[in-house]
């Protein structure tokens, strides 16, 4: 088990450019978190998953958003037509169903800045 | 809307002392889960500590100890005989106790740990 893995780490893009997250949850995690953490907040979250279905999205989450997660394994963030706001860390973590009480693994993070 | 606040920005501790971090937040629930966070400098978060909120008793996690006040809406977090690697940034976090798994955090507060 090697924890969360988010790819890339880093990601420099210019405004107006699309860009692709990855997560890869803990394997036997079937619920995914995205969560978005800007310089001096704490994180807020986007949206959630259980298997491939989203459950919640927060209003943070624009129709430039796009968050899937296919087969219910690794999920990925996609953000159209970036903006110089959108620069931020974002993180993924997962829990399994039964333990989402207990809070959750996070990832390192990606993170994005928009120039 | 639930709300949580951590109105210290920055704490300090001298290594071997003890520290007190605050949080207060603001709900209509009564059934719901308190977490504490840190994230060091390399960004993972990592969960400290979690209380349920129907559990009086508050929780411990070796060095690691909770203050829990239902009534007052306060969750304080203690780090007994504080160590260099205890330096991060502390989130406290709120969840509730259905029908989401959002978790909504606070802004942090940084500790400083000085030998």
């Known amino acids: 088990d090697t924890g969360v893995s988010q790819n890339p780490r880093h990601k420099i893009t210019k405004r107006g450019q699309n860009v692709t997250f990855r997560c890869d949850p803990i394997s036997e995690h079937n619920r995914l978190y995205w969560y978005r953490q800007t310089l001096g907040q704490g994180p807020e979250f986007l949206t959630y998953?259980?298997?491939?279905?989203?459950?919640?999205k927060s209003r943070l989450l624009s129709d430039r958003f796009s968050a899937e997660r296919p087969k219910g394994s690794f999920s990925t963030l996609e953000i159209q037509r970036t903006e110089q706001g959108d620069s931020a860390m974002y993180l993924c973590?997962?829990?399994?169903?039964?333990?989402?009480?207990?809070?959750?693994?996070f990832g390192s993070g990606t993170r994005l800045t928009v120039v | 809307a639930q709300t949580v606040t951590q109105s210290q920005p920055e704490m300090s501790v001298q290594e071997a002392e003890t520290v007190t971090l605050s949080c207060t937040y603001d709900t209509s629930e009564s059934d719901y889960y308190l977490f504490w966070y840190k994230q060091p400098p390399s960004r993972q978060m990592i969960l400290v500590i979690r209380q349920e909120a129907y559990k009086q008793q508050n929780a411990t996690e070796n060095r690691f100890s909770v203050n829990f006040q239902k009534a007052a809406k306060s969750f304080s977090l203690k780090i007994s005989d504080s160590q260099l690697g205890d330096a991060a940034m502390y989130f406290c976090a709120y969840r509730r106790s259905y029908n989401t798994d959002k978790l909504i955090f606070g802004t942090g507060t940084r500790l400083q740990v000085f030998p």
């Open positions: 973590a997962s829990s399994a169903d039964r333990r989402s009480q207990y809070g959750y693994t």
């Open positions: 998953f259980q298997n491939e279905a989203q459950l919640e």
